[in-house]
């Protein structure tokens, strides 16, 4: 064979889609997803224990919903076997379009339920039901849009590119809440702790609502990709696999094990910091249960600064960790993490200064443990079961995590008399045990993505 031949057949080949396609097919579905997630994520604190549950103790209440939506989480493991299953046999394309389809009709379907007091348990039934489909389709919805991310990067960019989908978590979150803000102060309410009749009766079915448009537009883009060069050079040489699941639980356990705790403290912060943070933000400071004492309006204009932090070091995490490695700029940042869990007691007791530092700093280190996730869990599965491995990893940890860190949250909160103290000890948890998984891991900057 030539030098030139040779040359040939080692370089790296040209992206299947162009950058702009890439970054905004990544983008967009993850946003969606993520604005619909977060939809429900504040109407869980704002309206689903006053409309889907019997009338009587806030608290009990306030866990039946954050039950329902931990529910979600534990769907999410299967729509990643599911959607794994068909993205590593079938290719990305089709899978992404029907992920984005599920979670979109199951989030307007949402917005049109009948509560409580008109059909009784039925109402909590159904919402379980929607809630448990929403968790299905985000599981087949994150891996997807990282494999379209990571797979298309130029070389020495893939955790810039990876960081992509990763900020439609903010940018869906700044959506969401803001579009609730809007609705909140165009219905006001007359207490500041309780969203306005109105509001209660209809306003809160219009961010769900909202989400039908938007998934046309991501649908639109969506059905514009192509296939990555890795998954057709996968589908011609015949290495596809009949059953990924069989293979990457075979094969590649230590990497299912290591990618699920890799995640845990990510999962950990980013609940507490957006589902905990609002309800412990609006809760009366005269409470059986104190909390910060703030206005649903002013505490969730708080959030949104904070989350544009979020937003901001998503996107300073990718080259960083281009640079110096996923590893190595994650276990920085898992570090920070449990000093901040270790800090939440004199950050919120210090006013409103001190609030607003724990909202950004908390945020700022979300968008640092994120932003690498999107390059980190792809890069540690061959092509043939990419989707499948990346994604149970990733959801397999939202159990450990998301699903129930807002629950043993506010169990703690009340434990602690109000205080946050427990809390961040259970970050700070949730951090050590990360830590110790990127301590006994591998870099993965350099390995080939097309292997």
Known sequence: MSISATQASSAPSKPANSRGRVIFASLVGTTIEFYDFYVYATAAVLVFPHLFFPAGDETTALLSSFAVFGAAMVAR??????????????????TLVGALLTMGVATFLIGVLPTYEQVGWIAAALLVLMRLAQGFALGGEWSGAALVATENAPVGKRAWYGTFPQLGAPIGFIIANGLFLIIAAALPSDDPSMPSEAFLEWGWRIPFLFSALMVIVGLYVRLKLVESTAFSKAKSSGTVQRLPLATVFRDHWKELILGTFFMLATYVLFYLMTAFSLTYGRAPVDAAVPGLGYSYNAFVLMLILGVVFFGIFTLVSGPLADRFGRRKTLLWVTAAIIVFGLLWVPLTGGGLFGVMAWLIIGMSLMGFTFGPMGALLPELFPTNVRYTGSGISYNVS?????????????????????SPFWVGIYLSGAGLLTLIALVISKETKDVDIER
């Open 398 to 418: 939202s159990i450990l995590g998301a699903a129930v860190a807002p629950f043993i949250a506010v169990a703690l909160w009340t434990l602690g008399g109000g």
């Open 77 to 94: 493991p299967v729509g990643s076997i599911v959607f794994g299953h068909l993205g590593d046999k079938h290719g990305r394309k089709v």
